[in-house]
């Protein structure tokens, strides 16, 4: 446990050492914990591990996008989804969103909406390879949390296999605010001021759903005792702002500044998409380090089992004091 002297000066807790949440960590905390996380993104190569992500992610994204256009096609028509893609201009880089809708528009084109038995068949098949992908972010998110993968072959599998199901679901999710949640407010007899108000509220949930998928994936994914909601959140609200404003960002230079298709030709879209894979897949890593150093800044246990004494929680995390600033300092020297 490191050091704290200034602590002990005080006479109080100035740094957050006895927090029961993030929120009663004060500034000269969240200074050490922002010190740490730049430490540990170099120290465990995180650059480096969400280009693996990417690889993997980029492999897992198109059986992903069949078992998306299957299970939206027992429901509404397929052919829709496609169109939903093109409304998330800006967020999305052009040349992206183009293979991606390319690719909807086929397997909407072969998509008949039946549930027989080849359709199951293909449905399971395509959820399994797109869980593969999410066996690289299972794998770079117990790098993240410093935690050795210890489950068994069945249970790691199923894990990524809901955890990619319950993606998909946010996918049709988010579709249904994109959507459905427009049409409904014309539909509806409402006044002009009410949908205005409603349709305002269309990207605050699009937000809200990505910030629940993350919170998710941070909970469930690491192997380790789940961490309690409120020691998640900072990590996911954090990625959220710093994806969006990286892909808002990132859309606003590839449009008008970067010249892709000239360097890398008929593949510029393709490295289009890797860049933008990549810059989330870092974004997803650097929400879980964040995560993983506020837990570290207090003494309780942050951990859904109760209050266990430090090296007893089933987690790195929860069972490490990280140093502070100052400590950090003089251990360099």
Same mark, same amino acid.
């Given at each position: 446990?490191?050091?704290?002297?200034?602590?002990?000066r005080?006479?109080?807790?100035?740094?957050?050492?006895?927090?029961?949440?993030?929120?009663?960590?004060?500034?000269?905390?969240?200074?050490?914990?922002?010190?740490? /996380?730049w430490?540990?993104?170099?120290?465990?190569?995180?650059?480096?591990? =969400?280009?693996?992500?990417?690889?993997?992610?980029?492999?897992?994204?198109?059986?992903?996008?069949?078992a998306?256009?299957?299970?939206?096609?027992?429901?509404?028509?397929?052919?829709?989804?496609e169109?939903?893609?093109?409304? !998330?201009?800006? /967020?999305?880089?052009?040349?992206?969103?183009?293979?991606?809708?390319?690719?909807?528009?086929?397997l %909407?084109?072969a998509?008949?909406?039946?549930?027989?038995?080849?359709?199951?068949? %293909?449905?399971?098949?395509?959820?399994?390879?797109?869980?593969?992908?999410?066996?690289?972010?299972?794998?770079? $998110?117990?790098?993240?949390?410093?935690?050795?993968?210890?489950?068994?072959?069945?249970?790691?599998?199923?894990?990524?296999?809901?955890?990619?199901?319950?993606?998909?679901? +946010?996918?049709l999710?988010?579709?249904?605010?994109? =959507?459905?949640?427009?049409?409904?407010?014309?539909?509806?007899?409402?006044?002009?001021?009410? #949908?205005?108000?409603?349709?305002?509220?269309?990207?605050? !949930?699009?937000?809200?759903? /990505?910030?629940?998928?993350?919170?998710? !994936?941070?909970?469930?994914?690491?192997?380790?005792?789940?961490?309690?909601?409120?020691?998640?959140? *900072?990590?996911?609200? =954090?990625?959220?702002?710093?994806?969006?404003?990286?892909?808002?960002?990132?859309?606003?230079?590839v449009?008008?500044?970067?010249?892709?298709?000239?360097?890398?030709?008929?593949?510029?879209?393709?490295?289009?998409?890797l860049?933008?894979?990549?810059?989330? =897949?870092?974004?997803?890593?650097? +929400?879980?380090?964040?995560? &993983?150093?506020?837990?570290?800044?207090?003494?309780?246990?942050?951990? /859904?089992?109760?209050?266990k *004494? $430090?090296? #007893?929680?089933?987690?790195? &995390?929860?069972?490490?004091? +990280?140093?502070?600033?100052?400590?950090q300092?003089?251990?360099? #020297?």
């Amino acid at each position: 446990m490191p050091n704290d002297q200034s602590t002990r000066r005080s006479g109080r807790d100035s740094r957050g050492r006895e927090a029961e949440r993030p929120q009663d960590i004060p500034p000269r905390g969240w200074k050490d914990i922002l010190s740490r /996380v730049w430490q540990e993104i170099s120290d465990n190569s995180i650059f480096l591990v =969400a280009g693996g992500v990417t690889y993997a992610v980029l492999l897992a994204l198109f059986p992903a996008l069949a078992a998306l256009v299957s299970i939206y096609g027992l429901v509404l028509d397929p052919g829709q989804i496609e169109q939903q893609v093109n409304t !998330l201009s800006g /967020v999305l880089p052009d040349e992206t969103k183009k293979m991606i809708a390319d690719e909807l528009h086929q397997l %909407a084109s072969a998509s008949n909406g039946a549930l027989g038995i080849g359709a199951v068949i %293909a449905l399971l098949f395509a959820l399994w390879s797109a869980s593969r992908g999410m066996s690289g972010m299972i794998n770079a $998110l117990d790098i993240a949390y410093e935690q050795k993968e210890t489950r068994s072959f069945f249970k790691y599998n199923l894990i990524a296999l809901l955890l990619t199901l319950g993606m998909i679901v +946010g996918g049709l999710v988010v579709i249904a605010l994109v =959507a459905v949640l427009p049409a409904a407010v014309q539909f509806i007899g409402f006044s002009k001021t009410t #949908k205005w108000l409603l349709l305002l509220l269309e990207w605050p !949930l699009l937000i809200a759903v /990505v910030i629940i998928g993350l919170a998710a !994936l941070y909970r469930y994914a690491p192997d380790r005792r789940e961490a309690k909601w409120r020691w998640i959140t *900072p990590g996911s609200i =954090a990625a959220t702002v710093l994806w969006l404003i990286g892909s808002l960002a990132f859309t606003v230079y590839v449009s008008n500044f970067a010249s892709y298709n000239k360097t890398y030709g008929s593949l510029g879209g393709v490295v289009v998409m890797l860049t933008w894979l990549y810059l989330s =897949a870092f974004v997803v890593l650097f +929400g879980a380090v964040i995560n &993983a150093q506020a837990e570290r800044q207090t003494r309780r246990d942050s951990t /859904v089992d109760g209050d266990k *004494p $430090l090296g #007893k929680r089933g987690a790195y &995390a929860a069972d490490t004091v +990280g140093p502070s600033t100052e400590d950090q300092k003089s251990d360099r #020297k």
